[in-house]
């Protein structure tokens, strides 16, 4: 269990970010072309296409801004250990008729080194990775949606693949299932088969005045490590 200087801590970091969202919710232009949007989520285990990272719940800031159909944003996710690794993220997207595609820049930087490399993109000395990915919608009545990902250039030399296929069940509870796959080994499984299966499950709860704080819970699979994660999130 955490002890109470680690939840208060966390108690501290939610009650922050309560008032931060808030702020920003006010003064968010929804006439122009131009969005965009500011959030966080709080995170009880950093858990990304059945693997866990770091074993230790997580702040995850992201920021977006967009115009038309392009998006630019920025992603991260910052363990509350004393991890050596943390991520920093940023991505370019385009989104037409169903399909969005989305090129990642994966960064993952040690958090010993005073320098980190961050400008190097040499294929054997970099630690960034890019990856590119499509997701399609089939349409908002029949919410099936399917994710190709393949990383091509940088720190992943196997290059590596995943497929997922989700649905979401919103008719009556608002639930999502989902299964992902890998076609050979790489950083999401040591061979080809499943590695991220189970379900989600989003509600939201009601604060002072207009205000909702969005709180999820995934129930994870990965049927080739044998491992299970129970994760539960908060959206600001």
Known sequence: ???????????????????VSNSFSQVTDTTSKWNYSIGSDIVSRYV??????????????????????????????????????QEADLYLSYSFWKIKMIC?????????????SYFTYNKDKTGHDFSLDTEFLLSEKFPLKILISYNFYGADTLQSAYFETSY????????????????????????????NTGICMKKEYKLLGEDVIPIYFKLIFNPQSENIYIVAGITF
């Open 168 to 195: 979401k069940l919103t008719k009556n509870i608002p639930l999502e299932i989902f299964v992902g796959y890998t076609p050979y080994q790489g950083w999401y499984g040591n061979d080809i088969g499943v590695v």
């Open 48 to 85: 990304w296409r059945g693997s866990d990272y770091n074993n230790s719940p997580a702040i995850q800031p992201t920021a977006e801004i967009s115009y038309k159909n392009f998006a630019f944003g920025a992603w991260g996710s910052y363990t509350f250990a004393n991890a050596e690794i």
């Open 104 to 116: 990642y820049d994966y960064f993952y930087m040690n958090m010993n080194n005073a320098r980190n």
């Open 1 to 19: 269990m955490l002890n109470t200087i680690f939840m208060n801590k966390i108690i501290k970091v939610i009650l922050l970010m309560l008032i």
